[in-house]
């Protein structure tokens, strides 16, 4: 693939006297610097309008901790942007001690002063999360929930497991989450091993792919937890630089809520067992007493 003029004149708005080479999604000037590159069919401009502006706002609240947008936009009705380039690394324990202090001190401190939620839709993998404000983290994740919920009715395959969503939402969200006393705080919003990395360069860790939105911070650790691979050191340093939100008696109850919402996204995308690790997590949920 070579670089359509479209992307050639945004690449030259930034280097102007540079030369480029290579095809998308990497991309090199002949002053040296190198550019990731994205360019969308037109029924794509949603995704990439979601992911270039959670980009920013993590730019925004935590300098270096993501690739930042140089340039995005809409051109003959394809979507398209240009980042930063990273040559990444896994985590190791110290880049992930790294990161989770960065996102105690930085990202999670980010708040957004028109409440709950985000002002585009983003994409949790291919799952549309059509955000919006909310005045209350209770009334904004009862609603991704019930988005889910309603896109796993649509297919009458999960009526057991929607029932029991259903119960949640009535039943278990409001206590569990009505009285939190916390602020609207800037998520990644899907930050599983494989979305994070260390950059090659500066051993620094780095985060990307995000369905950003602002809501409990707890609430982005959850993926993290059900997949494995980002290092123990990154949960410790997290909560060393910011502790678990009261009642801490029920951090782990959260971590059950928080956890099913993923399942439920993969029950959507993926099927399968995941339909069976959202319902255990709805079992335990509704048979606790809260």
Partial sequence: MTISAMLLEQLKKLRPNADFSGSPPRIKSSDGATFFVKFGST???????????????????????????????????????ISEYKDMGRLSERSGQDLGKRLALELHQYTSHQGFGFHVPTFCGATRMKNGWYETWEECYSEMIKDLLDAL?????????????DQVRANVIPKLLGSLKI??????????????????????????????????????????????????????AYHE??????????????????????????????????????????????????
């Fill in 43 to 81: 029924n794509e401009t949603e995704q990439f309008t979601g992911e270039a502006e959670s980009l920013k706002a993590i730019h925004a609240a935590a300098p270096g901790l993501a690739p930042q947008v140089l340039a995005s936009g809409i051109s003959d009705g394809h979507p398209y942007f």
């Fill in 183 to 236: 602020k609207p705080v800037l998520l990644h919003g899907d930050l599983w091993s494989g979305n994070t990395g260390v950059d090659s360069k500066t051993g620094l860790p780095i985060i990307f792919d995000p369905s950003s939105f602002y809501g409990h911070s707890e609430a982005d650790l959850a993926i993290a937890r059900i997949f494995g691979g980002i290092p123990s050191s990154f949960f410790r």
């Fill in 153 to 165: 009715r649509s297919t009458s395959r999960y009526s057991t497991l929607c029932r029991k969503g």
């Fill in 241 to 290: 630089h910011l502790p678990k939100t009261e009642p801490v008696e029920q951090y782990e109850l959260r971590g059950d809520l928080y956890e099913m919402f993923h399942y439920l996204n993969h029950t959507v995308l993926f099927g399968g067992g995941y339909a069976s690790s959202a319902e255990r997590k709805m079992d335990v949920l509704l048979s606790t007493k809260l």
